[in-house]
Nanobody, 122 residues
Framework: QVQLVESGGGLVQAGDSLRLSCTVS????????VAWFRQAPGKERELVAG???????YYSDSGKDRFTISRDNAKNTVDLHMNVLKPEDTAVYFC????????????????WGQGTQVTVDS
């Protein structure tokens, strides 16, 4: 069983930066791809960024240029660095994991965290 815990959300101003962190409680966490999704009120959960077991990275249109994903296998963490935040980035951010490689839809991921709220005030 893989457990995921997100941290780092909060209330920020437009233009600010924020770092979200996902801690993966699994001895072999390096074997898992971890992705960040987000869900705004009334909208579907969408993929923002992902990182595979081999550090292959993926960014959606909503994440590229402003967001950076990274992993630290020694700490079993995957971080999402978000820069130049906009009000439309307001959402609950979830990390999710699956074995080995990144996939692009929610149904592809076996394990989910509880989510962390990010609110960007204009």
């Amino acid at each position: 069983q893989v457990q995921l815990v997100e941290s780092g959300g909060g209330l920020v101003q437009a233009g600010d930066s924020l770092r979200l962190s996902c801690t993966v409680s699994k001895r072999s966490a390096y074997r898992y791809a971890v992705a960040w999704f987000r869900q705004a009120p009334g909208k579907e959960r969408e993929l923002v960024a992902g990182i595979g077991w081999n550090n292959t990275m993926y960014y959606s249109d909503s994440g590229k240029d402003r967001f950076t994903i990274s992993r630290d296998n020694a700490k079993n963490t995957v971080d999402l660095h978000m820069n130049v935040l906009k009000p439309e980035d307001t959402a609950v951010y979830f990390c999710a994991a699956r074995p080995w490689n990144i996939r692009y839809t929610t149904s592809d991921y076996d394990y989910w965290g509880q989510g962390t709220q990010v609110t960007v005030d204009s």
